[in-house]
């Protein structure tokens, strides 16, 4: 069964870090386009960072670049997403996917196969 679990998320005050991590099971993720998006309520899901399966090439959001840091430990196949100098918008439910699509671009959640269940995160003092 293949399976991505979240984990990290919770509640942290502006300027504060979390780490985020995804844990995949049943399959191997070192042969899938990675992902983490976030969705605020009333907004539409919007990508913040993923890994291609091309090259491994990286993509952040505009939003988040210079903040957030995705990577990938294969040994644990496991990938996390790093956030520093958190911000109240960047509150939402973060979620990472897992897709089989050979792309350099990996930004579009419409091309992910597999989904974590989510993890909160709010910034608030």
């Known amino acids: 069964q293949l399976q991505l679990v979240e984990s990290g998320g919770g509640l942290v005050q502006p300027g504060g870090s979390l780490r985020l991590s995804c844990a995949a099971s049943?399959?191997?993720?070192?042969?899938?386009?990675i992902g983490w998006f976030r969705q605020a309520p009333g907004k539409e899901r919007e990508s913040v960072s993923c890994?291609?399966?091309?090259?491994?090439?990286?993509y952040y959001a505009n939003s988040v670049k210079g903040r957030f840091t995705i990577s990938k430990d294969n040994a644990k196949n496991t990938v996390y997403l790093q956030m520093n100098s958190l911000k109240p918008e960047d509150t939402a439910v973060y979620y990472c996917?897992?897709?089989?699509?050979?792309?350099?671009?990996?930004?579009?959640?419409?091309?992910?196969?597999?989904w974590g269940q989510g993890t909160q995160v709010t910034v608030s003092s």
């Open positions: 996917a897992a897709g089989t699509f050979i792309s350099a671009v990996c930004y579009d959640h419409h091309d992910y196969d597999y």
């Open positions: 049943g399959f191997t993720l070192d042969n899938y386009a």
């Open positions: 890994i291609s399966s091309v090259f491994g090439s990286t």
